[in-house]
């Protein structure tokens, strides 16, 4: 079985900052990229940023410099480092994995809501 478990989402003053984990356990075959995607109420899910192995990232065009992913490749942990939050940044963040496992390459965390008030 394998867990995906999210922290450190929260309320935040517009202007702040948060920073998001993502620890994997379990079984699993070797990661390939790992990411967060965000969810805002009555929008679809979408891609806020990826690494890959080689620290390869790829951000949305509404993050770029404002958020950092970051990954320990050891820990088999992804980050999300959130600066200058603005008020359309608000939604739930999953984390996502992209494994080798033939039967079962992808699995996301519950979700962390993120807040922030202006």
């Known amino acids: 079985q394998v867990q995906l478990v999210e922290s450190g989402g929260g309320l935040v003053q517009a202007g702040g900052s948060l920073r998001l984990s993502c620890a994997a356990s379990?079984?699993?075959?070797?990661?390939?990229?790992m990411g967060w995607y965000r969810q805002a109420p009555g929008k679809q899910r979408e891609l806020v940023a990826t690494i890959t192995t080689s620290g390869r990232t790829n951000y949305a065009d509404s993050v770029k410099g404002r958020f950092a992913i970051s990954r320990d490749n050891a820990e088999n942990t992804v980050y999300l480092q959130m600066n200058s939050l603005k008020p359309e940044d608000p939604a739930i963040y999953y984390c996502?994995?992209?494994?080798?496992?033939?039967?079962?390459?992808?699995?996301w965390g519950q979700g962390t809501q993120v807040t922030v008030s202006s």
């Open positions: 379990g079984t699993f075959f070797t990661i390939d990229a």
């Open positions: 996502n994995i992209e494994t080798r496992t033939p039967w079962h390459p992808t699995y």
